[in-house]
């Protein structure tokens, strides 16, 4: 639930960027990409320690590891209802911007 919350707000956001719904469509797929692998990824890469620790704390990935143990943490449940949160929030600040054009 948490995590499919999250990810619906996302892809909404970066859908409502675009007109396209193919580029829609791409652009929330790289925005998950980032949002979900991203902490393996720079770690892969070499980046310096406090860059990979920025990017695991936003990682969907890394908070959803303990719901995977069957471990409900609040720090994890409340990181995701204010992500999912923050862009619906975003996501009507666009349209409402969009509207006033």
Same mark, same amino acid.
């Given at each position: 639930? +948490?995590?499919?919350?999250?990810? /619906?707000?996302?892809?909404? #956001?970066?859908?409502?960027? %675009? $007109?396209? %719904?193919?580029?829609? +469509?791409?652009?929330? !797929?790289?925005?998950? /990409?980032?949002?979900?692998?991203?902490?393996?990824? %720079?770690?892969?890469?070499?980046?310096?320690?406090?860059? !990979?620790?920025?990017?695991?704390?936003?990682?969907?990935?890394?908070?959803?590891?303990?719901?995977?143990?069957?471990?409900?943490?609040?720090?994890?449940?409340?990181?995701?209802?204010?992500?999912?949160?923050? #862009?619906?929030?975003?996501? $009507?600040? !666009?349209?409402?911007?969009?509207?006033?054009?």
């Amino acid at each position: 639930g +948490f995590l499919s919350a999250a990810a /619906v707000a996302l892809g909404v #956001f970066l859908s409502s960027l %675009t $007109t396209n %719904t193919i580029s829609a +469509f791409l652009l929330a !797929v790289a925005g998950l /990409v980032v949002f979900a692998g991203g902490g393996s990824l %720079t770690a892969s890469v070499g980046l310096p320690g406090p860059v !990979v620790d920025v990017v695991r704390f936003f990682s969907l990935d890394g908070r959803y590891a303990s719901f995977q143990r069957g471990i409900l943490d609040s720090k994890d449940a409340l990181y995701f209802v204010w992500f999912a949160g923050l #862009f619906l929030y975003l996501n $009507t600040k !666009v349209l409402v911007l969009r509207k006033w054009k």
